[in-house]
């Protein structure tokens, strides 16, 4: 079955809005979570799986169908019925430290980025783990599955190093079609809303592009890429590792004309109003407890109903121009699965599926005014600052802290944050070594695990040694336990996940959250303490309730920022926010 390019699916949503009616009675039947006895257990695979890794960036925590969402995404959700949805997958707050951990399963300090490297402080510049893209100390799980007999194939957004010798085709990639950057223009310019670097760079299979073709579309010609190279080798039988890493939902927004209108009118009622019916939504799904409340309003987004009409229309139509930018992505999501299932290669490809971090709350306009003016009058020459041409070629269009909380239901914050809407993301899992009836799990899972499930699945060894070099040991665990079903959770109450980025810290021990948000970034400087199970949107804090317990969990955080070396210095993006 072959899917148009850009054809809009008219079809309203998918079968998740009448499976939630009943959600409700089935959990009271008991029959709901994973986190009651398993159901049923995934058949080992028979041979070698393909694997196929989908990133989405920027997205938030609820904005598909399958965590809550109204926007349709047929395709994700159907992935969601058909295997295991995790409801606590950790991130990194943003994007490049994230990817860091996925290709390696080592901590980002470790990894090389202990910090994105647009932002290394000077007490930080030529420190071990700071290097700004994979060091020596690191192997990709693209080079140990290409050295195993894997194809490997990757298509997007980099973000791990832009120099000659850090890109893709050096990491263990044979194919690649790549942004090295960490976003811009979605289109054929190359663009790039910044006047140091107005000018995005790309690769193919090793070698750097001059120009991308006229119809170039992010989404969609990132997709080609990937089942055109699953194509080229197909007939040799060996498996392939496909890293799909869109450069979507990442602002600034883009569509094609026959997509960017396709939610007019459906954002009107405000970003108030859609963050409760999501959390409805969600709670009727049951991937959170009915006692569960949205975490307050951010101090600095205003009521929406003490908006003007004008702001009302502006801020409405940026949301219907991001929320078809996902629909369009699970658009040609479903483009790459129908491809292998036509190919008869889908029964036998893990699909993974989740976001790099949580939704982003920069508008770049109000940034640039704020911190930089040159910058805004650059980007209002050089680029369409008109809010009616949102998502259209040059547009310079994002939507905000209000929406971006409204990705982040019920949690709070976003990207750039610590903070449960920052770092947890919407993970999928479908495939062989899956289990196969739509389960849910609550297991705490880390973007670290997913190096050792797949070497696990795939009959690979960690190297302890390559190229002279000694090797990180891995930092994650295998989620096969989970995946299959057999297993609850794959830490034990006394494992602990730590964080750090531009001075945000965090650590999660069982239901237990030690949290400091710098005072630049909007926090208290100080550390503060939640029980996630019972407040997961981190409203309640309890240090002065529980001093001894958050004792405890920072001395484990000290221990963290130890073991990984953790420099602390500057306010990152912060710095000079007003």
């Known amino acids: 079955m072959t899917i148009p390019r ?36 995934a058949a080992e695979p028979a041979k070698k799986p393909n694997i196929l890794l989908i990133v989405a960036d920027d997205m938030g925590y609820s904005d598909v169908g399958a965590f809550g969402g109204e926007i349709e995404t047929p395709n994700i959700d159907a992935l969601a019925q058909r295997g295991l949805s995790a409801t606590n997958f950790y991130v990194a707050p943003t994007c490049s430290p994230t990817r860091s951990m996925l290709l390696t399963g080592t901590d980002n300090h470790v990894a090389g980025f202990g910090v994105m490297s647009e932002y290394t402080g000077p007490q930080q510049k030529g420190k071990p783990g700071y290097e700004g893209h994979l060091n020596q100390r690191m192997t990709s799980i693209a080079t140990l599955l290409r050295d195993s007999g894997y194809h490997t194939y990757m298509a997007g957004k980099w973000h791990l190093g832009e120099e000659k010798g850090q890109w893709p085709a050096d990491q263990g990639f044979e194919r690649d079609f790549t942004l090295m950057q960490g976003g811009g223009s979605h289109w054929s310019d190359m663009g790039y809303p910044n006047p140091q670097h107005p000018n995005l760079t790309f690769t193919r299979n090793g070698k750097l592009l001059d120009k991308l073709p006229d119809d170039h579309f992010s989404t969609a010609a990132f997709s080609d890429f990937i089942t055109q190279s699953i194509d080229e080798n197909k007939a040799d039988g060996k498996p392939f590792f496909a890293y799909l890493s869109y450069q979507a939902v990442h602002s600034p927004f883009a569509l094609p004309d026959d997509w960017i209108d396709k939610y007019k009118g459906r954002y009107d009622q405000g970003y108030d109003a859609l963050r409760a019916e999501r959390l409805a939504r969600m709670k009727a799904m049951g991937l959170v407890g009915a006692d569960v409340s949205l975490a307050p309003r951010m101090p600095n987004v205003p009521a929406w109903d003490s908006l003007t009409p004008e702001q009302k229309k502006i801020s409405a139509r940026k949301m219907e121009v991001y929320a078809a930018m996902v629909a369009n992505m699970d658009h040609h999501i479903g483009r790459v699965l129908g491809h292998l299932k036509a190919n008869g290669q889908l029964d036998n490809t893990l699909v993974l599926f989740f976001s790099d971090n949580g939704a982003e709350p920069v508008e770049l306009l109000e940034l640039a005014a704020s911190v930089d003016p040159a910058m805004k009058v650059w980007l209002e020459k050089n680029w369409d600052t008109r809010p009616e041409n949102c998502g259209r070629k040059m547009s310079v269009c994002d939507y905000g802290a209000a929406w971006a909380q409204v990705g982040s239901t019920p949690f709070n914050y976003f990207k750039h944050y610590t903070a449960e809407g920052g770092i947890r993301s919407p993970l999928i899992a479908a495939g062989p070594g899956v289990v196969s009836d739509g389960q849910t799990t609550r297991a705490v899972l880390h973007v670290t695990d997913v190096v050792p499930t797949l070497l696990e699945l795939a009959g690979v060894s960690h190297p302890s040694q390559r190229g002279g070099s000694d090797q990180a040991p891995l930092t994650g665990k295998s989620m096969q336990p989970v995946l299959v079903g057999k297993a609850q959770d794959i830490r034990s109450a006394d494992e602990w996940i730590g964080w750090e980025l531009f001075g945000n810290r965090a650590l999660r021990q069982g239901d237990w959250k030690a949290l400091s948000l710098l005072k630049a970034a909007g926090g208290t400087g100080e550390w503060q303490l939640y029980n996630l199970k019972d407040d997961p949107t981190e409203s309640r804090d309890l240090a002065s309730s529980q001093p001894a317990k958050l004792a405890e969990l920072t001395r484990l955080w000290d221990l963290y920022a130890s073991q990984n070396g953790v420099i602390l210095t500057g306010d990152g993006p912060f710095k000079g926010r007003k």
Request: glycine fraction near 14%; include cysteine; hydrophobic fraction near 40%.
């Open 6 to 41: 850009n054809t809009p699916n008219p079809s309203p949503g998918s079968r998740w809005r009448k499976l939630a009616a009943c959600a409700g009675m089935l959990m009271a039947a008991g029959l709901g979570l994973l986190h009651g006895a398993p159901q049923a257990s």
